[in-house]
């Protein structure tokens, strides 16, 4: 067997959506409801949903450890946190719902008026029934986010507030895999695992990213492929920190995130913008035939700023479906179970399957026979099957391998500019070197 991708492939065509959407639905369902934050034990008890479906090493990185630029902060509990009004009857409650309490408050046990509260209360004025996500990590403050609906029939006089949390030494939890194969050359990808009970950001990551990894992990592979699974921006701080020689190996990356809604398919370029990870995305959403983005790279967003910062410059671009900030349900209690799919679920999953069988199965080949064209027939290499328009297309396949393989243009780069398939091309160039007529 030529091409090490042929597993991948075939676990590709046996690709079940229907079976694969609910497996990912379920496990999105059971990982919403958890207060998750950059730090704390619903962190840990979702690497342990997950560590279920693979083998996850978690790390532990102690609070204050300095990280790049930054600091590890203090490890954030919260037991509970609710308002009591005037009447004393409890208006806000964060047993209701996680996004009730800002992430990363401060305690705070006080009586006050409504218009001292009133700074600390977030809604959304255009939205009246949806309740905010807002986080404060690196600036100590305290607050609740509610329905504006329920803020606007808050009532003057004094109201009881409690946050019953604490900011202390403590740890920063992640999860890593890594699927060693043939080469040491590195496949990143990278998921958030902050987000507490919001369901495309960022439930719908974990589960296709846990997902891709168990597929993974049952085929042959050329590249190695390391997962992980940590808090935004200071995670993947942390992790750079703690392994600048393993970025060295990264050859190509993907963040994943906002996976499960029902918008078209957004690939965000790597900040080199000419990576294979950036060629063999747009190559997939392209071939698809249905609508698709690929946007180019801008510092703003999610991990990828960070494996993309001038120091590392590694070639990771950003996977997913409606881009963050687009959707009115972005950083919202909208943003539920309701809002993500199973189909949309699977079809993510599908997408990053095809992307990996890209990059696996590229390679530069040169054609042994370059003076003329080689003769096909003789090889036995016209007769070909299927019907005519799919004959024609392997023949041109073969052609454009045999002519643009002089040791430059990839496999992927050549499916490109003949405007075929890349299983095409590579199921050509296939054929060619077992007939002798090309050398990887
Ligand atoms: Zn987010």
Redesign the pocket.
Known sequence: MNDPSASLRSLCDSFDAEREGGGLFDLAARLFPICRSLTGEGNRQTLAILSEQIPLRIHEVPSGTPVLDWTVPPEWTIREAWIRDPQGRTVVDFRNHNLHVVGYSRPVRQTMTLDELRPHLHSLPDHPDWIP?RTSYYHETWGFCLSDSRKQSLVPGKYDVCIDADLKPGHLTYGELVLPGAKPDEFLFST?IC?PS?AN??ASGMVVAARLAALLAGVSRCLTYRFLFIP?TIGSITWLARNRETADRIRHGLVL?CLGDPGTPTYKQSRRGDAVIDRAAAHILRRSGRPHAVLPFSPYGYDERQYGSPGFNLPVGLFMRSP?GTFPE??TSADNLDFIRPESLADSLRRLLDTVAVVEGNATFRNQCPYGEPQLGRRGLYDLLGGANERHEQQMAMLWVLNQSDGGPSLLEIADRADLPFSRIREAADRLAAAGLLEE
């Open positions: 996500y958030h987000h919001l950001d960022n935004g995130s963050h972005y950083h």
